[in-house]
């Protein structure tokens, strides 16, 4: 029975996080789908450890592929069961997580106030010492917000904190979204050298990020025909057991099936 559990609890797992990759790839439906079947899980089992964080993480994904997919009263729904249910759970990089998505739904549904109080929350709040990188694709969609509200100091104050944490880290397609958040930013406000000088490096780290999704593809494809020969070997063996067991069941000399089978 544990073990049953423990098998669900990682599918539920594993069904968040293609829920979270779905909506990655624009494919919100889909995001929605997995991401409600985690929930039913999660909701069912609340005697699990870290109970509300999951809960609370699912429906923040929720309200964001509902966003995302422009049903704005679903995103509210979301954002209402996290704070009438697990409101005493939100704190520190859970809360950031939250209002970041809240201000995206704020912003979306012209509720001008509502969002700029959010974002002052959120900045008021937010340190070097966080774990920014565990929360990157919510704050880059933020970021996102603040450039279109035109926030400049909260936008350049995000900014200063990832991109020294991404450049550490050398992820080609991170220092791709900050370069891109750069660059909408130099466009917009028509710093002409500022925008050539991103745009040169964004050229540079997307040839980059070519050869290593060329290098990434392969090893997929040999994966995929490791698995194909493996599969392949199985096969032969499980067509080799069953002439060995029919040779075993029938008499040499009479080809009819032994009495002591």
């Known amino acids: 029975c544990c073990k049953k559990g423990g098998n669900d609890a990682f599918a ?84 950031l997580t939250v209002l970041a998505t809240e201000a995206m739904y704020y912003h979306l549904a012209g509720k001008d106030e509502k969002c700029e109080k959010i974002i002052a929350q959120i900045h008021r709040d937010l ?35 990832m991109e020294p944490m991404v450049k550490s880290l050398d992820i080609t397609n991170l220092i791709l979204k900050i370069l891109s958040l750069k660059i909408k930013f130099y466009r917009k406000h028509q710093m002409n050298a500022e925008y050539l000088q991103a745009s040169a490096l964004y050229f540079e780290y997307s040839e980059r990020a070519a050869v290593e999704n060329t290098k990434m593809m392969n090893n997929v494809l040999n994966l995929r025909r490791a698995l194909e020969e493996v599969n392949l070997e199985k096969i032969e063996i499980e067509e080799k057991n069953v002439i060995l067991r029919e040779k075993s069941e029938t008499d040499a000399l009479t080809g009819l099936s032994n009495r002591f089978r």
Not at 22 to 32: K, P, V
Not at 64 to 88: R, W
Not at 137 to 157: A, H, M, P, S, V
């Open 127 to 161: 340190t070097p010492n966080m774990p920014i990188m565990d929360m990157f694709d919510d704050f880059y969609d933020y970021c996102k917000i603040l450039l279109d509200r035109d926030c400049q100091n909260e936008f350049w104050k995000l900014i200063d904190i």
């Open 12 to 95: 539920s797992t594993v069904k968040m996080n293609r829920g979270v990759l779905n909506m990655i790839y624009g494919r919100f439906e889909e995001a929605i789908e997995y991401l409600q079947e985690a929930l039913d899980y999660y909701a069912k089992h609340p005697e699990l450890p870290r109970h509300d964080d999951h809960m609370i993480c699912v429906y923040e994904n929720m309200a964001k592929a509902y966003i995302c997919k422009g049903d704005l009263i679903e995103a509210k729904c979301c954002f209402e069961n996290i704070h009438n249910e697990h409101g005493e759970y939100l704190e520190d990089e859970v809360l």
